[in-house]
Nanobody, 124 residues
């Protein structure tokens, strides 16, 4: 079975940083576009960032541009999302997801495999 597991979430003060990790079991992340999404209660899940299989192409939502950095270590089968200058608006459950067609888009319908999510709370 294919599993994605997110880790690294937690409680952080505004202006702080967190680094999320997305690891996989049962398949090799290197062949997939990996996206990060987030969701807060009552709102739709929104795309935050993605990285294509080779790591040479990335995309960010306007709301996180310049603050978040996505990267991948295919040798370790992990994708990271480094989040800096966090604000309360960044609070939510963060999910990583994999697209086996390796497309360059944050359309959540394009992603076939999802993790269970990790909670990020930004609060003083």
């Amino acid at each position: 079975q294919l599993h994605l597991v997110e880790s690294g979430g937690g409680l952080v003060q505004p202006g702080g940083s967190l680094k999320l990790s997305c690891s996989a079991s049962g398949f090799t992340l290197a062949y997939y576009t990996i996206g990060w999404f987030r969701q807060v209660p009552g709102k739709e899940r929104e795309g935050v960032s993605l990285i294509i299989s080779t790591g040479t192409g990335t995309k960010y939502a306007d709301s996180v541009m310049g603050r978040f950095t996505i990267s991948r270590d295919n040798a370790k089968n992990i994708v990271y999302l480094e989040m800096n200058s966090l604000t309360p608006e960044d609070t939510g459950v963060y999910y990583c997801a994999a697209d086996h067609e390796s497309r360059l888009g944050l359309n959540r319908d394009w992603y076939q495999y999802w993790g269970q999510g990790t909670q990020v709370t930004v609060s003083a």
